[in-house]
C-alpha cells in the first residue's frame, strides 16, 4: 500500500504525543518512516487508539498533523485513521478548548440533579459544546459515567503536558467550575470512602464485595493478607482441566448481560489448543450499561482480585495475553488498575514465569474512548485492533475466531472474580449458593430513587421488593411509580412487579431480562416519557452505525416517542404501531444486541403506561 | 579482521541459474488444472421445499438455486459480503434473529424461511428506513424493493431541513427531534473534480465504496466509513477534496455504488441538463486500448456518445474493477481534433 500523507510536518507536542506511545523515530538510513519499524507496520494497527489517546490528551483534539505523523509511524491510510478516531466520543476532530467538562444527564442524573447543572453551566459557558477553540473552557453532555450511586456525576479533563482526568461525583456546577478553573492542577479528588458506593461494606456473608474497604487497593501485600493469590496457587496445582471443571460444575453464566455460561466458553477455548497455539483472554471492562458500575467499584476497590481472576483463566485456558479493556470514562479504575499490573508482574505473579514456574501470562490495559458499543465482544475486539467499533457478524463466534483472528475467551469482570471462589470451594459448592439455574450470587447497581444507591451484593434469589428493602425503599418522595431493571437495554417494571425473583430465569419468565442488573426506581412524581426519551436519545447516539435496523431504527424511534409525547396532532395515532414496528424489526434483524434490546425498555413502559400514568395522576403535582 | 573477498562470478551463483532468454515451449496442448474435487453437497429445506447445494454455499446462493429472487443492496457478487443492509434476512429455524442470506452459510438440515410475515416485515422496514431517509430516485432496485414490499416512507412524516455539510464533531451528539419531521442525510453534492461527483445524500451506506477502494480491489484507502450512528458517513481524512486525498480515480467506487451517490460527471450532467437516457442507451463490450491487460469495457452509449464505461464483474480480469485510463480515458474519443488527440 503505498501512503498518500498530505499536510503540514508534525508540531513537536504533536509528535511527542505520538512518540510517548511509540517510542522515539528514529531517522537513519531509508526514508519512509515505517521502514523503520522493528515488527513489521502492519501488525501495530492495535496501537492505533493508544496512540490516539496521547494525542487528545496531549493536544486535545485529533489534529491533522499528528494524526497524519500517527499514519506514517504506523503505516496506516490517514483515511482509515481519520474514520476510528472520528467514531469514539471523548475523541474530537475539530479544534475544542483544552479543559472540558462532561457533565452525565443519563438517567439516574436526570433524576439526581443534572439537569440544574447543564443549566447553570449553559448559563456560564453557552451551550454544550459551543465554546470557541480559543475558550478556555468548555462543557458537554455525556452518556451514564457509571456513576450513579453518586449522581450527579460529571468528568472533567485538562489535555495538555500535564494532563488530568478526573471523575466528580456527587458535584455541583460550582465544584466543576472551580475544577476547570485551574487545569494545571488536578483537583484533589473528594474522598469517596468505599462505604459510600458499597452500603454492605464489612458485613458478612459478602464474597466479592468481602475484601471492599479492609485493603488499600493499591497494596499487593494487602491483597497478599486477604488471602491474594491462594486461588492462583490452587488453580496451578489442580491443572487446567481441573480449573475448567470446576467452572463447568459451578454454573457460573456471565454477568456481562447474555447470561452465557461461563465454563462452556472456557472449554471451547481450552480446546482450540492443539489447532491454534495463540489464543486471547479478553475482560470486557467496558462498563457502559446506563445505570451500571458494579464493575467500576470491583476496580476501583480491589483491582487485584480481578487480575488474579484474569490470571486464572488465562493459565488455565492457555491464553499467554490477556487484555483488558476499560472504558474510558473510568480513570481512577484504569489508574489502580495499571498499577497492580505493574505491581503484579514486578512480584513475579504475571510475566514470564509466575510463580517462580513454567507459567506464562501477562496483561495489557486498553481504554475505550466514549463509545458504548465497544462493550459488544466482537466489537471490543476491532476497537483493540485499531478498526471502528463495529460490531462483527455471528457466527462464528469469539470461541473460534475472536481478537486478531484467534479463539478468544472473553468475560465480564464480574465473571471473572467469581472464579477465585470457584477455585478454593469447588465449583459443586459454588453452584449450592443462589438457585438452580442462577447460581452464585450476584452485584445489583441500585441509583435512582432508593434511600441508599450502592453495589450489593446477594445470593441469587432474592425479589425485587428484596432488593429495594436492602436500599432502604424507595427513597425521592417515597411512592414507587416503576422500576428500570437491566438498563437502558433493560425492562421497565410495574409495582405489582416487585415480587420477581432477581434471578435470570425470573426475570426471562415475565419478559424482562437481567441485563447487567440494574435496578432503578422511579417515584411517582418522575416524567418518565423524559427517561424513555433520554433512552431513545442514548441509542440514537451509541449505534455505530454499521446495519440499517438500529442505524436509522433508533432515530425513527426516538421521533415516533417525542412525536407521541410532544402529542403532535399528526402522527400521534400512528406512533405506537410504528414504534412497535421499528422495535421488532431492530431486534429481528440489527447485526448485535445493542439493536436487539434498543426497543426494550422504551416497549416495556408503553405496555405499562396505564398504570404508571394512573400512578403519577395519583400523586399530588410538584412545582 | 577478516580479508574482503574478490567479487567473482561466484559470488552470484543465481545468475548462472538463471533461465535462458529463449524460454523452449513444451509441444502439445496446454495442460489444464486437475479438476476440482467435488464440493460436498448440503440438504436444506426452504420455504418447505428441499434444497441440495454445494457445502461453503451462502443461503443466497441457495436461494437462487430454488428460484427465489432474494433483494439485496450491499451485498456483490466481486465484493466480500459485509451484512450491513439487512435486507436479505430470513428466518432460520432455532435462530433468535432473523439471519442475513448474503453472508450465512448453509449447514445441514437447516429450515429456512424467506416470505414469511416476520421476514417481509424486517425487510419493509429496512426499506423505509432508508427510502426516507436517503435520496433514492437514482437507485430504481430499491424502488422496486420497496414496492415489492409495500413499503411507504412517508410516514415517517415530511424530511427535516437538511442539516448541511455533516460537521466532524464528536461522536454521540444530536439536536432532539421536533416531533414533526423525519431526519435524513441531505446534503450539499460534493464536486471537487472533473471525473466523478459525490453526492452523499444519495448514501446508503452500504459499504462497498469503501471496500473497493481498499483492499478488495485497489488498495488505496482513500475514503472510510467516519461517525457514528445515524451520522455515519463515507468521508476522506478531515473530509478533505478528492484532489487532496489518496484517490486515484480509478472509479471502482461508482462501479459498485448501488444507489448513484457516485456518479460520473458526465452522468451527472446530463441528468441534470435532462438528457440522460438510460433506456436509449446501447452497451458495446469491447477491450480497453490502453495496457496489455486486456479488461474488457462496456461502452454506454447515447447518440452515438460514449457516456459512460464500465466492466461486467463476471469477467475474469476485471471482476467489475477498471482503472483510470479505462474507466475514464474515453473522452479523446469526443476531442474536437481527433488527429491531435490519438
Known sequence: ?623 | MEKKKPVTQDSFPFIASAPSPTVPVPPGPIPAPPPAAPRNEVALTIDGKTARVPEGSTLLEACKTQGIDTPTLCYLENLNPVNVCRVCVVELEGARTLVPACSRRVENGMVVRTDNERVRLSRRMVLEFLASSVDVSTAPELQSYLERYGGQPERYGPAAPAAGEPEAGPAGVHAAPDGLTAATVAQPVKIDNDLYVRDYGKCILCYKCVQACGEEAQNTFAIAVAGRGFDSRISTEFSVPLPDSACVYCGNCIGVCPTGALMFKSEYDMREAGNWKESEQQRTDTICPYCGVGCTLTLHVQDNQIVKATSPLDQEVTRGHLCIKGRFGWQFIRGKDKKKSS
Open chain 1, 1 to 623: 500500500m503505498d501512503l498518500h500523507i498530505a499536510g503540514q510536518p508534525p508540531e513537536r507536542d504533536e509528535r511527542a504525543a505520538v512518540d510517548s506511545v511509540l517510542g522515539p523515530l528514529q531517522l537513519g538510513k531509508a526514508e519512509s518512516y515505517h521502514l523503520q519499524q522493528e515488527r513489521p507496520a502492519r501488525s501495530q494497527r492495535h496501537l492505533l487508539l493508544p496512540v490516539l489517546h496521547a494525542i487528545n490528551s496531549r493536544i486535545g483534539w485529533i489534529s491533522p498533523g499528528a494524526l497524519n505523523y500517527a499514519c506514517r509511524r504506523l503505516n496506516l491510510p490517514p483515511a482509515e485513521a481519520f474514520g476510528v478516531a472520528d467514531f469514539y466520543g471523548l475523541f474530537s476532530m475539530t479544534p475544542r478548548p483544552r479543559v472540558l467538562i462532561h457533565v452525565c444527564d443519563d438517567i439516574a442524573c436526570l433524576t439526581g440533579g443534572a439537569p440544574a447543572i447543564c443549566e447553570h453551566l449553559a448559563g456560564r459557558l453557552g451551550p454544550a459544546g459551543a465554546a470557541k477553540p480559543s475558550d478556555k473552557l468548555t462543557w458537554l453532555r455525556s452518556p451514564c459515567l457509571g456513576l450513579c450511586d453518586r449522581a450527579p456525576a460529571a468528568l472533567v479533563s485538562a489535555a495538555g503536558r500535564k494532563s488530568w482526568e478526573c471523575a466528580l461525583a456527587p458535584t455541583s456546577a460550582d465544584a466543576l467550575l472551580a475544577a476547570a478553573e485551574q487545569p494545571e492542577r488536578r483537583p484533589e479528588s473528594p474522598a469517596v470512602a468505599a462505604s459510600l458506593s458499597v452500603p454492605q461494606q464489612g458485613q458478612q456473608g459478602l464474597h466479592l464485595l468481602r475484601r471492599v474497604g479492609r485493603l488499600q487497593p493499591e497494596s499487593l501485600e494487602d491483597h497478599l493478607a486477604e488471602g491474594g493469590y491462594e486461588a492462583l496457587r490452587r488453580a496451578v496445582d489442580l491443572g487446567p482441566e481441573r480449573v475448567i471443571r470446576e467452572v463447568i460444575d459451578s454454573r457460573l453464566v456471565g454477568r456481562g448481560g447474555a447470561a452465557f455460561p461461563a465454563g462452556r466458553k472456557w472449554e471451547a477455548v481450552y480446546r482450540a489448543r492443539s489447532s491454534q497455539p495463540t489464543r486471547y483472554l479478553v475482560c470486557n471492562a467496558d462498563e457502559s450499561e446506563p445505570g451500571t458500575f458494579k464493575d467500576r467499584v470491583i476496580m476501583e476497590e480491589d483491582p487485584f482480585l480481578l487480575i488474579e481472576s484474569m490470571t486464572i483463566a488465562g493459565l488455565a485456558t492457555g491464553c499467554e495475553q490477556g487484555f483488558l479493556y476499560i472504558r474510558g470514562e473510568y480513570p481512577l479504575a484504569f489508574e489502580r488498575l495499571s498499577h497492580a499490573v505493574r505491581q503484579a508482574r514486578k512480584q513475579g505473579f504475571l510475566g514470564k514465569r509466575i510463580l517462580n514456574l513454567d507459567l506464562s501470562f501477562d496483561i495489557e490495559i486498553r481504554r475505550g474512548a466514549g463509545a458504548y458499543i465497544c462493550g459488544e465482544e466482537t466489537a471490543l475486539f476491532n476497537s483493540i485492533e485499531g478498526y471502528r467499533g463495529e460490531p462483527r457478524n455471528k457466527p462464528p463466534f469469539p470461541t473460534e475466531v475472536g481478537l486478531f483472528g484467534r479463539p478468544t475467551l472473553v468475560n465480564n469482570v464480574e465473571t471473572l472474580v467469581n472464579v477465585p471462589g470457584i477455585v478454593l470451594w469447588g465449583g459443586r459448592s459454588f453452584a449450592g449458593i443462589g438457585t438452580p439455574r442462577s447460581t452464585g450470587t450476584k452485584l445489583f447497581c441500585l441509583s435512582g430513587h432508593v434511600a441508599r444507591p450502592g453495589v450489593y451484593e446477594v445470593p441469587f434469589g432474592a425479589s425485587l421488593a428484596g432488593l429495594l428493602d436492602l436500599a432502604g425503599g424507595v427513597a425521592g418522595n417515597g411512592r414507587l411509580q416503576g422500576v428500570l431493571v437491566g438498563g437502558a437495554a433493560g425492562t421497565f417494571l410495574s409495582p405489582r412487579e416487585l415480587d420477581t425473583p432477581m434471578t435470570f430465569e425470573g426475570t426471562r419468565a415475565i419478559g424482562a431480562a437481567l441485563g447487567s442488573a440494574v435496578v432503578m426506581p422511579f417515584d411517582d412524581s418522575v416524567d418518565l416519557s423524559k427517561i424513555l426519551l433520554r433512552i431513545a436519545a442514548f441509542f440514537r447516539d451509541e449505534s455505530c452505525g454499521q446495519c440499517v435496523p438500529c442505524r436509522v431504527g433508533t432515530v425513527r424511534q426516538e421521533e415516533a416517542l417525542s412525536r407521541l409525547f410532544g402529542g403532535h396532532a399528526e402522527g400521534v395515532g400512528q406512533a405506537p404501531l410504528q414504534l412497535a414496528e421499528i422495535g421488532q424489526v431492530m431486534s429481528d434483524a440489527s447485526i448485535c444486541g445493542l439493536g436487539h434490546t434498543a426497543s426494550s425498555a422504551i416497549q416495556s413502559a408503553l405496555a405499562r403506561w396505564a398504570e404508571f400514568s394512573d400512578l403519577r395522576q395519583g400523586s399530588d403535582p410538584e412545582d
